[in-house]
């Protein structure tokens, strides 16, 4: 069962600013290329901030003067190709940042990840979903009979219904559901055997 990661979602052709890039480049730079942030880096291509559109309207100069290292916000929090978006998405709210530049094993900028990419994950279609937890979940990993499980996903939402013949299994059918790339959350209606029953 693979998941994805921010190499998956992330945008592999990064526009980049130098730290001495003037005010008005970087709106000109934002709006051609239709993106709303960029990141600040260095001769060597480490990135040393990200300036967004929102660091160009709080800080508006009064000239040209200002460059991307004045205005940028410092230093950039980012993040690696192989990472999953779990960790990408805990990461941005860590930080409280809207976007985070991907860097190689080197440091240098390869991508850069948005909050919308991330949300594509949760416009996966609901069959799909499905799809992924009755071959992937239940039958590759938990070896299972699918047709003892009822698997409804409804805009994200997984209901699973049926009974467990191995009870033992019950929290991580739900942890591994939850896992699966557009799942908002799980509804748990498994019941036990009676044979197989754990007492409480």
């Known amino acids: 069962m693979r998941h994805r990661s921010v ?9 980049t600013v130098q730290r001495a890039t003037a005010f008005k480049e970087i709106a000109r730079i934002l709006k051609e290329f239709d993106i709303t942030a960029v990141p600040v880096v260095d001769e060597t291509g480490h990135p040393a901030g990200v300036v967004s559109e929102a660091d ?3 800080r508006r100069p009064a000239g040209d003067a200002r460059t991307a290292e004045e205005l940028m ?16 998405a ?5 930080h409280q940042v809207k976007r985070l530049p991907v860097v190689d094993s080197d440091g240098r900028v390869v991508g850069m990840l948005s909050r919308s990419d991330l ?4 416009l996966r279609h609901d069959h799909a979903i499905q799809e992924e937890i009755l071959e992937d979940v239940l039958t590759r990993t938990l070896h299972l009979a699918p047709s003892a499980i009822t698997v409804e996903v409804d805009d994200g939402m997984v209901t699973l219904s049926g ?6 299994v019950l929290p991580v059918i739900v942890r591994l559901c939850q896992s699966v790339d557009g799942v908002v959350d799980v509804d748990n209606r498994l019941t036990r055997t009676e044979a197989g029953a754990e007492p409480n």
């Open 56 to 58: 160009l309207l709080r």
């Open 73 to 88: 916000t410092s230093p950039a929090v980012t993040a690696r190709p192989e990472w999953s978006v779990v960790r990408a």
């Open 90 to 94: 805990r990461v941005m709210q860590r």
């Open 7 to 15: 190499a998956d979602l992330m945008t592999p052709t990064v526009i």
């Open 163 to 168: 009974t467990l013949p191995r009870p033992g």
């Open 119 to 122: 949300i594509q994950l949760f």
